[in-house]
């Protein structure tokens, strides 16, 4: 799944530790993320989504 989670991080000054240990992951996931390399769960997209206080779609855009 692409997504926008890199951008947003870098536009609130976050490093992936401290978004890492806002939304109660570890860095490695978000990380993965990042790469696209790992889907998060409905709840961890909620908590990104609630915290750069944007829609899901806007943080993520599934791709066939």
């Known amino acids: 799944m692409k997504n ?13 530790e401290q978004l890492a240990n806002a ?3 570890s ?4 990380n993965a ?6 889907d998060p769960s409905l709840v ?3 908590k990104l989504s609630r915290l750069f206080k944007t829609d899901i779609e806007t943080i993520f ?3 066939k």
């Open 27 to 30: 860095r490695q996931t978000i």
């Open 33 to 38: 993320i990042e790469k696209e390399k790992f």
């Open 44 to 46: 961890l997209a909620i």
């Open 23 to 25: 939304v109660d992951v």
């Open 4 to 16: 926008k989670l890199k951008v947003l991080r870098a536009e609130h000054n976050l490093t992936q």
């Open 61 to 63: 855009t599934y791709e």
